[in-house]
């Protein structure tokens, strides 16, 4: 016999105004074997920015040791890898900075 599910947490993927977020309830409460929603006060603090930070650095990290992987032959080869790898840090900063800040 199968296990059952009663229920489910909901994560966003950022933060959102208090009387932004009225209308997603009203979404998941439409939802089909939806029994209800139940908000509690999940404020962001500086201890979310911090372990986002964690999360960020910690991805942008393994993501550069698996692109310098890739790129210095033991996953593939590259002619100019160095370029490569320099533009890809360049965007990936990019992209934790637009995130983070």
């Not at 006060?41 to 890739?70: F, G, K």
């Not at 490569?84 to 990936?92: H, K, P």
Request: with cysteine.
């Amino acid at each position: 016999m199968t296990d059952r599910v009663k229920g489910c947490y909901v994560s966003f993927t950022r933060d959102i105004r208090d009387d932004d977020v009225e209308p997603l309830l009203q979404a998941i409460r439409m939802i089909r074997y939806v029994a209800g929603v139940k908000i509690e006060n999940q404020v962001t603090d500086p201890d979310d920015y911090m372990a986002r930070s964690r999360v960020a650095h910690e991805t942008l990290s393994l993501s550069m040791t698996v692109l310098r992987t890739a790129l210095t032959g033991e996953v593939g080869y590259c002619s100019d890898k160095d370029k490569v790898i320099g533009q890809l840090e360049q965007i990936l900063h990019k992209i934790k900075d637009s995130k983070t800040g």
